[in-house]
């Protein structure tokens, strides 16, 4: 049976990433029309090769199949709302994408080279070297890929494209992202001035709506779960 406790804060440290990496997600239309008017030398590319596009904060990942095609995981809200493949199957907007992480739903889908990278520059296995693993044979790491292709569910901390991409790769699901967040949220919580600060603000809402459930609840046991934790 799952904590609830744990599930609130997963839930927390989930929407605390996408609000801290939202522009990210606005780079806007400029990229996505840079990324349709780009085109890229697949030639140097080989089935199995990780891709990995920086973006503002965050970087986006695929496995690469050959004759221009990309494996990539990709949050969309359609998903969850249509079977129509010909809608789902066109190019993901920044809006579809951002619903997409908010409900959790996603696909590891096949793109070409040019809507996976929107225009950035691509990096090719950078993985192997900042995270001194071994990888599996390239044909193993594309089949692996491929088996994964279709619905799947998503989370920004727990089930990402890096977790995707990592698995395919090294046989191990690891995100160096989502855990460089958590351990920002880490030292958050550690540092007392967040329980402080937690304090005053509950007292404020308590003085301005009275003393009620919904604001007195909140202002007692935010700073003591702090406190605790710290």
Sequence with gaps: MKNPMLEVVSLLLEKLLLISNFTFFSSGAAGEDKGRNSLYETSSFHR????????????????????NRVAHMMPDILLALTDNKGRTQKVVSNKRLILGVIVKVASIRVDTVEDFAY???ILVNHLDQSLQKKALLNEEVARRAEKLLGLTPYSLLWNNCEHFVTYCRYGTPISPQSDKFCETV?????????????????????????????TTLPAIFIPFFLWMAG
């Design 119 to 121: 225009g950035a520059n």
């Design 48 to 67: 199995g090769d990780v891709l990995e596009v920086p973006r503002t904060h965050l970087t986006h990942y695929g496995i690469y199949l050959g004759d």
């Design 186 to 214: 880490k030292i958050i919580i550690r540092d007392q001035r967040s329980v402080l600060a937690s304090a005053v603000l509950g007292l404020a809402s308590i003085v301005c709506t009275g003393l009620v459930s919904y």
